[in-house]
């Protein structure tokens, strides 16, 4: 017979003392993970050339930073580079400690280069109710190209995957490679100064290595034993294109997105845009006597595109032929360089795993948005001495405000300090013009639907509210898929699609998922087309959204939330660390 509890207040003295145990236990497991980033050049040879990159520790791509869900993080970088540097950790919450994010001149100003005062700053932050695979990147310039590394987050210890344990993980970056006599701060510079696109990069790379067919010496190897099953852990670190993933003869389950668990969804090709991350579990169960290409390829969804690459990785299996020359080579059939309804397939494919006491889709909506964002065109401003003053200078814009990032001072630090004249509080919850968006022939006849003007505006948003946009695609001088991220939170995909969302809507042909879907940071919206998003606004803050084509943040492609405090301290940002860099 089990033994009485007693009174009422006893009964509540014992879960109190229960839940005090159980928080105890959480800070007794959890850690604090120190790194220090020394950032400054590095001489590396790809493609026949010697290159000098900045990378992180002498390190492409940079050190990998694993923690385990609850953790905290102290991550010191030294800038001995030769230009201004920020880190990001993509997809980390932030809670409550925003002055981390990175994003230059949005949470902080640049870290200097040289010695003195503001050339190092220290990131400071936990990474608790997160696990998965996440990233860190340069959020300056085109520096992150190739400063960038995996953030692994594990459960905590004695938790398990909600899916069936891996034997072992391999983590592949995904990125991009430019064999140019000038630094990759010269390619934006020159496209900045004829108002025009950045020059191409040569190839795509896995883990740094471009891994052409005739140069396996360039090419990253992932060795398997036969039997096992792998957690691969994606990363999309290119900054200009979304990629098709494959390996020859070899199948996926994913099983989370963006460090946010999935439904098991099985699938031979993944899909990933700039920014996303994807975690599949891969059988190691093909034919023996075989090597596999891993392949990743450019996905096109603008039309007309010519641009392909592909980088490719070799999988041995241990039990392979010792003799290399006379081993077949197997090759994975990749989808055609524009093949939107693969990509569409997959996108929309994924459903988030519920689980116990983990929180679902808000059912309330406080505040809804449509933002209509594309490409643009804006006056030539004066330092652009290359531009051609007639035809205008590329730009972008979200609900036409082609977002302009501040210069003295970062927009956090104006938001806690209420400094006027950094930004305004009033981006428009709607586009100012209602047009037929992804109708090509008639948008790019009617030229004041081309123009936008530069603006550093915000929404301001209460604490805690709810929050539902509408991400509707323009045709303006071309339709493409655009990923945007969001900063600072995750959340929920509710609908997606090709078209017009208000046609559609109004047709009553969009059906939202309000029980169980995706949860990301960033969204591949398709090409010519919308989704539907939501998440609460419970980090204060100023967060930025912003397209993660890195060629389209400067051109303007970005807006920010700017999330009051909570009614309690716990709910409040506390003020910048001692060390917070100056402009």
Known sequence: MAPSLGSGSTRILLIVSLLLCLRQQAVVDAAIVEHTFHVGNLTVERLGQRQVITAVNGQFPGPKVEARNGDTLLVRVVNNSPYNITIHWHGVLQRLSAWADGPA????????????????????????????????????????????????????????????????????????????????????????????QPANSVALTINGMPGLFHAHKEMHHLRVARGNTYLLRLVNAALNYQLFFKVAAHNFTVVAVDACYTDPYHTDVIVIAPGQTVDALMHAGAAPGRRYYVAAQVYQSIANATYSATARALLRYDDDAKDAAKT?????????????????????????????????VPQRVDTRMVVTYGLAIAPCLPAQTLCNRTRGSLAASMNNVSFQLPATMSLLEASRSRSSGVYTRDFPDRPPVMFDFTNAAAVNRNMSLMVTSKGTRVKALRYNETVEVVLQNT?????????????????????????????????????????????????????????????????????????????????????????????????????????????
């Open 475 to 583: 045709a303006v001088l071309g339709t493409e898929n655009h990923p945007l991220h969001l900063h600072g939170f995750n959340f929920y995909v509710l609908a997606q699609g090709t078209g017009n969302y208000y046609y559609l809507i109004r047709k009553k042909k969009i059906r939202k998922n309000l029980v169980n879907p995706q949860q990301r940071n960033t969204i591949a919206v398709p090409a010519g087309g919308w989704a539907v998003i939501r998440f609460t606004a419970d980090n204060p803050g100023v967060w930025l959204m912003h397209c993660h084509l890195e060629a389209h943040l400067p051109f303007g492609l970005a807006m920010a939330f700017d999330v009051q405090d909570g009614p309690t301290p716990d709910a409040m940002l506390p003020p910048p660390p001692n060390d917070y860099p100056p402009c």
């Open 105 to 196: 001149m949005v949470t902080q100003c640049p870290i200097l280069p040289g010695s003195g005062a503001g050339s190092s700053y220290t990131y400071r932050f936990n990474v608790t109710g997160q696990e998965g695979t996440l990233w860190w990147h340069a959020h300056v310039s085109f520096l992150r190209a190739t400063v960038y590394g995996a953030l692994l987050i594990r459960p905590r210890p004695g938790v398990p995957y909600p899916f069936p344990a891996p034997h072992a993980e391999h983590t592949l970056l995904l990125g991009e490679w430019w064999n140019a006599s000038a630094t990759l701060v010269d390619v934006e510079r020159q496209a900045f100064l004829t108002g025009g």
């Open 328 to 360: 077949i080579i197997m090759s994975p059939r990749m989808p055609a360089l524009n093949d939107s309804a693969t990509a569409q397939r997959f996108y929309g494919s994924l459903t988030g795993l519920l689980r116990d006491g983990k929180p679902t």
